[in-house]
């Protein structure tokens, strides 16, 4: 069975400072690896992916994610945060088996 | 619509009434998901169909709870004798092909949001 926890429930961050979200996948089978993000008052949307080749992926607004094969990890980074990425983040695992979401991690930018 | 779409998108109910939840999701897309969303407790998967397959039930919390997927589009999740526990956002998205085939990309619609009083 796959099973997604990411670590962190909340995470505060002063704007313009880095951070990282944590996640951590298990499973017994090749699986591919998202990370979704839910805006205020707004339905899920797809940030970034991962299904093959290079390890490190890039979403269009500045976040990145490194698959790491050997720790089962697929944190989520952003080296300067804005208040406009104030939002719930989601990673996702899909297998031939379906897709399963961690339970989140809401994102607070500080002023 | 261009997106998956779900109504009502609102929905109050007393304890012990059946309510029905609407999915339309994106058309040609083969796979449909629902899932349930609870403060504290993330997305918790409930139920997911591929084509004209039986679905996968694994998810369902009780027997209180089905779905159904008419013609391989537009799906309905029942939940009958509402309990209070079943307050949540209910969320149902659909994808090109499912999750066998390949890291799909799964598009969300905006969610019914389920009070029971």
């Known amino acids: 069975a796959q099973s997604v926890t990411q670590l962190d429930s909340q995470v505060p961050v002063f704007e313009e400072a880095p951070v990282e979200l944590r996640c951590n996948y298990s499973?017994?089978?090749?699986?591919?690896l998202f990370w979704y993000v839910q805006y205020p008052n707004q339905g899920l949307q797809l940030l970034l992916k991962?299904?093959?080749?290079?390890?490190l992926v890039e979403s269009i607004n500045g976040f990145e994610a490194e698959f790491n094969k050997s720790q089962t990890s697929f944190h989520l980074r952003k080296p300067s945060v804005h208040i406009s990425d104030t939002a719930e983040y989601f990673c996702?695992?899909?297998?031939?088996?379906?897709?399963?979401f961690g339970k989140g991690t809401r994102l607070h930018i500080l002023p | 619509g261009a997106g998956v779409s779900q109504s009502p998108s609102n929905k109050v109910t007393e304890k012990g009434k059946d309510v029905e939840l609407r999915c339309d999701p994106i058309s040609g897309h083969t796979a449909l998901y629902w899932y349930r969303q609870s403060l504290g407790q993330g997305l918790e998967f409930l139920i997911y169909f591929q084509g004209n397959s039986a679905p996968d039930k694994s998810g369902l919390p009780s027997d209180r709870f089905s779905a159904e997927r008419t013609g391989g589009s537009v799906s309905t999740l029942t939940i009958q004798r509402t309990q209070q526990e079943d307050s949540a956002v209910y969320l149902c998205a659909s994808s090109l092909e499912g999750p066998r085939r390949s890291g799909n990309t799964i598009y969300f619609g905006e969610g019914s949001w389920l009070t029971v009083v």
């Open positions: 499973s017994s089978v090749s699986v591919y």
């Open positions: 991962y299904l093959s080749g290079s390890t």
């Open positions: 996702a695992v899909s297998s031939p088996f379906g897709i399963i």
